[in-house]
């Protein structure tokens, strides 16, 4: 009898410790979005080249957006013949976290789209990223349009369809969207 007890005993506590074992095995590791976002910015400084290089003006356009791509502005006023630094920032509760983009810069880019053929003509600063480049306005429009600012992750930068700015077939170059807001802009003289 002792010795039904002790293999009964023995039988339990084997089952206990193998499922505990289990558990902490195979319990899934929560993985963190490094670059989550809650508000972004757009800041558009007016400027010109001078020897090759952009000098800022004093003078800057700042346009805020809440995670669901809401503006602060909903409507933004850029000149004809002005070439604007455009930045974009990511912030996650109030801290910039461009430096992860920057450090996955090889699985990031962004893409603008909707504004008018010959509009627009833009520059990375930074290696195909997009958190900083040149917007030169070339000409006015009628009336407002869409600017569409998306960024991409996962995607691969080598594709055709990766290698314009304004490639309304980006997607073709696969990933997926992080980023895809819209700004209203009236391009005037």
């Known amino acids: 009898m002792k010795n039904i007890n002790l293999l009964s005993f023995i039988a339990i506590a084997s089952i ?6 289990s558990c902490s095995k195979d319990d899934p590791v929560i993985e963190i979005d490094q670059e989550e976002y ?24 700042v ?24 930045k974009i920032n990511l912030f996650n509760n109030g801290e910039n976290i461009n430096q992860e983009i ?27 990223l997009g958190l900083s480049g040149i917007l030169n306005v070339m000409t006015s429009t009628e009336s407002a349009f869409d600017f569409n600012i998306i960024l991409r992750h996962g995607l691969n930068k080598d594709h055709a369809a990766a290698q314009q700015w304004n490639n309304p077939q980006h997607i073709q ?11 209203e802009i009236h391009v005037e003289d």
């Open 16 to 21: 206990i410790l193998l499922g505990l074992s």
């Open 102 to 128: 920057i450090d996955d810069g090889d699985e990031h880019q962004f893409f603008f789209l909707g504004a008018p053929a010959g509009v627009f003509e833009y520059t990375y600063e930074d290696n195909r």
């Open 173 to 183: 170059a696969g990933g997926a969207d992080d980023l895809n807001f819209k700004l």
């Open 38 to 61: 809650n508000a972004a910015q757009i800041i558009f400084i007016p400027g010109q080249m001078e020897n090759g290089v952009f000098v800022e003006s004093d003078d800057e356009i």
């Open 63 to 86: 346009v805020d957006f809440a995670k669901d791509g809401t503006p602060s502005a909903h409507h933004t006023h850029l000149h004809a013949g002005q070439a604007y630094r455009m």
